[in-house]
């Protein structure tokens, strides 16, 4: 009684896919299982629609195509969600593009009284830089006459500043600027000493901004650049967007 269930098993598993018998084996396999008596090892299993029918009439085979079928549809829904949602951050953020850069202009420099340097300062009050050389103003948010940028758009954005100053073999280097943000101080670089005759000096800060906030950096009172201002570069753009929910 042991040989039958396997032969219906046997000839079950042939028959699940479009297999054509053949051989007198495989006839056999086919008669054993048509002729079985016995309780089936799948309750779902219709053996002789599994010989006639043999699609969707195998053990399973019904729950398979509608698991199939279900997978299928989800993932059509799926899709479609994530192309909307590409087109929607597509549509946000072609609108929102933010990004400068500048450098200072070195014909700014004076001559310092009573020395060969060439500086931008010392001035007896708190100065903004003025980074007029703009080689990149991507939405407009940055004004070079003013050297200030204003945000566009909320958001969180990120800026970064070099410093640089070089003096002659017995000058000072005596400077400090500071990035500003809506006249409050973010970051600073500073130098004083008489040890080296040039150096430089960058920040990065990420900062949280409203529509309007206004960034900055201030060259403090009686503080100076000499010598190359081309090298000092003042460079931002918006990391993400705040969008309305």
């Not at 195509?65 to 549809?73: G, H, P, S």
């Not at 800026?159 to 500071?178: A, C, D, I, M, P």
Request: proline share 4%; hydrophobic share 40%; aromatic share 10%.
């Amino acid at each position: 009684m042991v040989v039958l269930p396997v032969l219906f098993l046997l000839g079950s598993l042939f028959l699940c896919n479009p297999v054509q018998a053949q051989s007198d084996t495989i006839l056999m396999l086919k008669q054993a299982a048509l002729n079985w008596k016995g309780a089936l090892t799948c309750e779902k299993s219709d053996c002789n629609c599994t010989f006639n029918q043999q699609r969707g009439c195998c053990c399973a085979a019904r729950d398979m195509l509608q698991l199939e079928e279900d997978i299928l549809e989800r993932m059509t829904f799926l899709w479609h969600d994530i192309s909307t949602l590409k087109g929607r951050v597509q549509s946000l953020t072609d609108k929102v593009k933010v990004a400068f850069k500048a450098t200072m202009d070195p014909n700014i420099a004076l001559m310092v009284p009573g020395s060969t340097e060439r500086c931008f300062g010392p001035f007896n009050i708190n100065i903004p830089v003025p980074f007029n050389s703009v080689l990149l103003n991507s939405g407009n948010g940055y004004n070079p006459s003013l050297g200030i940028f204003t945000a566009p758009f909320p958001g969180v954005y990120v800026f970064s500043f070099t410093t640089y100053s070089s003096v002659g073999e017995n000058g000072r280097l005596y400077h400090k600027v500071q990035l500003m943000k809506n006249g409050k101080r973010g970051a600073s670089v500073w130098e004083n000493n008489r040890e080296d005759t040039e150096d430089s000096a960058t920040q990065v800060v990420a900062l949280e901004m409203q529509r309007g906030d206004q960034v900055y950096l201030d060259l403090t009172s009686g503080r100076k650049l000499c010598t190359n201002l081309q090298y000092n570069v003042f460079t931002g753009y918006i990391l993400y967007p705040y969008i309305a929910a």
